[in-house]
């Protein structure tokens, strides 16, 4: 069984930069493909990043530029930096995970907060 454990939410002004983590337990990590997603308040949960075993990323059109991330084999982590954050990026983030044969994310980390103020 998968887990997740996320960490690195909090609360920043317009501007400034976080780095979420997410630790992956339970498999081989090198075999899952793993996602960032958010949901901001009445919105629907949206993917904003993703990168395969490889390092091959997706980025969302919404924060190209702005995120980094990137996976640490040794660690079993991948991580999300956030620069220049903005308001509309206020949501709570998830990890996610999925098996490099699958079509859908399986497990999900608990989600952590971030909340930008203007």
């Known amino acids: 069984q998968v887990q997740l454990a996320e960490f690195g939410g909090g609360m920043v002004q317009a501007g400034d930069s976080l780095r979420l983590s997410c630790v992956f337990y339970?498999?081989?990590?090198?075999?899952?493909?793993m996602g960032w997603f958010r949901q901001a308040p009445g919105k629907e949960r949206e993917l904003v990043a993703q990168?395969?075993?490889?390092?091959?990323?997706y980025d969302a059109d919404s924060v190209k530029g702005r995120f980094t991330q990137s996976r640490d084999h040794l660690k079993n982590t991948v991580y999300l930096q956030m620069n220049s954050l903005k308001p509309e990026d206020t949501a709570i983030y998830y990890c996610?995970?999925?098996?490099?044969?699958?079509?859908?994310?399986?497990?999900w980390g608990q989600g952590t907060q971030v909340t930008v103020s203007s």
């Open positions: 990168i395969t075993s490889g390092s091959s990323t």
């Open positions: 996610a995970s999925k098996h490099i044969g699958s079509t859908e994310y399986e497990y």
């Open positions: 339970g498999r081989d990590f090198s075999l899952y493909v």
